[in-house]
């Protein structure tokens, strides 16, 4: 039997506060509360690289229509951040961050685009490194450090990729780490951590940590350590293991780590359609103790073929069979006790001190000299990005959704709408319906400690570049009912 949700009353509604986030050693810390955060993310970016677009004052965070039909939809799956990776400093954040921000979302952002002149290249990276590319990582910092539901900056985004450029960019990029670190410090009223995300390529990912993580001569103040590192891994594919997906050498590889790490990427789409087994393992107790929990790649349906929901140009949205089967893995966590772990041990871990010998890839750059700012940009870390973007949370008035969004048989999906959490109060599933309130203890009941048993060949390289398969899978009746149920709209 489906449930009809009764909507709230939807007048006019101040977009409450999430708690900024604090880290503790290897641990994102809820300061009011002293419990653990467990990332559930999705990577957000609508219309893809092409989503953001300098000249006409748009990107992923600019039209809050489209974030309320969004943030509606991952109320339903229970995410509780979106990672953002290219967004225009000088358009208006305003309504799209307290959107999400009312629907228990925090966001992650990336400094850089794909535009020339934004972010750090590859190769010959000396040639990015300049003022006028720093000026416009710090106008990111600038737009966005004011909304409390700002998690964390990423300085770079797999701009190491193998061993060759191993050998020049590692003091490149920590010193942008260094130098967007000493902004957030001279600028922004609370420390957001800053951190690097880099691809899973096991030659030289444990060099790469190892470069980023160390401390300069032993300085546990040293500003070019970064606060946090992801890693974009799709090893884990198909109905896969623990350890057939090697993710236990990421667990070994990564024990003792000093600052939260967590995957800024996950969800291989070969073979496909996906299950995401990898869900349960990620948040129980094999990888727990070492990670913070990942972001699912993507949001919309790309190219690429990793979407979980299908996006027209006149916003109408279809959810793909990867939206239930990802919501189903999520409905076996028990969220309130994986959001209820309090750290470990009180000890915060030390960093090792930089020296070649945490280095083990030959080429890979084993000298810890990073170069000196770059003409005019200690100015702008003195003075300020001018004009100075600035962002605020405001009031929404209409929480309701303003475009069809249909389930993967085509059945429209009705009264669909962004429930504001109490003060906070993350997102967890089902929590923008009354219906659910109740059944949220039943239908996350699960432990959360599945591996799941391999089907098919664990890769070991991101294959987000796989040829785009035709069409969603459509689920049988069941799995319509499913989401009815857990999300509490009429179908």
Same mark, same amino acid.
């Given at each position: 039997m489906l449930i009809h949700s009764a909507l709230l009353a939807l007048g006019a509604t101040f977009a409450v506060a999430l708690q900024p986030l604090e880290v503790q050693g290897e641990y994102f810390i809820n300061p009011k509360t002293g419990n653990r955060f467990q990332i559930v993310g999705v990577a957000y970016q609508p219309g893809g690289a092409a989503g953001y677009n300098e000249e006409s004052g748009r990107d992923p965070l600019s039209n809050a229509d489209i974030c309320m039909r969004d943030a509606a939809l991952l109320q339903i799956?229970?995410?509780?951040?979106?990672?953002?990776?290219?967004?225009?400093?000088?358009?208006?954040?305003?309504?799209?961050? %307290?959107?999400?921000?009312?629907?228990?979302?925090?966001?992650?952002?990336?400094?850089?685009?794909?535009?020339?002149? $934004?972010?750090?290249?590859?190769?010959?990276?000396?040639?990015?490194?300049?003022?006028?590319?720093?000026?416009?990582?710090?106008?990111?910092?600038? !737009?966005?450090?004011?909304?409390?539901?700002?998690?964390?900056?990423? %300085?770079?985004?797999?701009?190491?990729?193998?061993? $060759?450029?191993?050998?020049?960019?590692?003091?490149?990029?920590?010193?942008?780490?260094?130098? @967007?670190?000493?902004?957030?410090?001279?600028?922004?009223?609370?420390? @957001?951590?800053?951190?690097?995300?880099?691809?899973?390529?096991?030659?030289?990912?444990?060099?790469?940590?190892?470069?980023?993580?160390?401390?300069? $001569?032993?300085?546990?103040?040293?500003?070019?350590?970064?606060?946090?590192?992801?890693?974009n891994s799709y090893s884990w594919c198909g109905d896969s293991s623990f350890k057939k997906a090697k993710y236990d050498q990421l667990v070994e590889g990564f024990k003792g780590n000093s600052v939260p790490i967590f995957f800024s990427e996950f969800g291989c789409n070969t073979p496909y359609p996906r299950v995401f087994t990898e869900v349960g393992t990620i948040y129980g107790p094999d990888m727990t103790g070492v990670f913070s929990g990942g972001v699912v790649y993507e949001y919309t349906q790309e190219p690429n073929n990793y979407g979980l929901v299908n996006m027209t140009e006149d916003g109408s949205a279809t959810l793909m069979g990867d939206f239930l089967s990802l919501q189903s893995q999520y409905a076996k966590l028990n969220?309130?006790?994986?959001?209820?772990?309090?750290?470990?041990?009180?000890?915060?871990?030390?960093?090792?001190?930089?020296?070649?010998?945490?280095? *083990?890839?030959?080429?890979?750059?084993?000298?810890? *000299?990073?170069?000196?700012?770059?003409?005019? !940009?200690?100015?702008?870390?003195?003075?300020?990005?001018?004009?100075?973007?600035?962002?605020?949370?405001? $009031?929404?008035?209409?929480?309701?959704?303003?475009?069809?969004?249909?389930n993967p048989d085509g059945s429209v999906i009705s009264n669909l709408h962004v429930v504001p959490l109490k003060d906070d109060t993350i997102n967890h599933p089902g929590s923008n319906t009354d219906a659910t309130t109740a059944e949220a203890s039943t239908t996350g009941s699960g432990t959360g400690t599945g591996t799941g048993t391999s089907s098919s060949a664990a890769s070991s390289t991101p294959s987000r570049d796989a040829a785009p398969r035709a069409g969603a899978v459509v689920l049988p009746a069941v799995a319509m009912g499913a989401l009815a149920a857990v999300a509490g709209f009429a179908l």
């Open positions: 799956l229970g995410v509780n951040t979106i990672r953002v990776y290219n967004v225009n400093p000088n358009v208006n954040h305003d309504e799209c961050a %307290s959107i999400f921000n009312a629907a228990g979302m925090y966001m992650i952002l990336d400094v850089n685009s794909p535009l020339v002149g $934004e972010s750090l290249t590859s190769y010959h990276p000396w040639e990015s490194y300049y003022a006028a590319y720093l000026n416009r990582t710090f106008a990111v910092v600038e !737009a966005f450090k004011n909304y409390p539901n700002t998690l964390a900056f990423f %300085s770079g985004n797999e701009v190491l990729n193998n061993e $060759e450029t191993g050998a020049d960019v590692p003091p490149y990029m920590r010193a942008v780490t260094r130098d @967007i670190k000493n902004y957030v410090k001279k600028h922004s009223s609370r420390p @957001i951590p800053v951190g690097y995300s880099a691809a899973d390529v096991r030659d030289i990912l444990f060099d790469t940590y190892n470069y980023f993580q160390c401390s300069l $001569e032993g300085d546990d103040g040293d500003m070019s350590m970064g606060d946090i590192f992801a890693l969220f309130t006790e994986i959001q209820a772990q309090k750290p470990a041990s009180t000890s915060t871990p030390k960093p090792p001190v930089c020296d070649a010998k945490l280095i *083990t890839t030959k080429g890979f750059n084993s000298n810890f *000299t990073l170069p000196k700012l770059p003409p005019g !940009a200690q100015e702008i870390i003195d003075k300020g990005v001018k004009p100075t973007p600035s962002g605020k949370l405001v $009031e929404i008035k209409d929480w309701n959704v303003k475009f069809t969004v249909k």
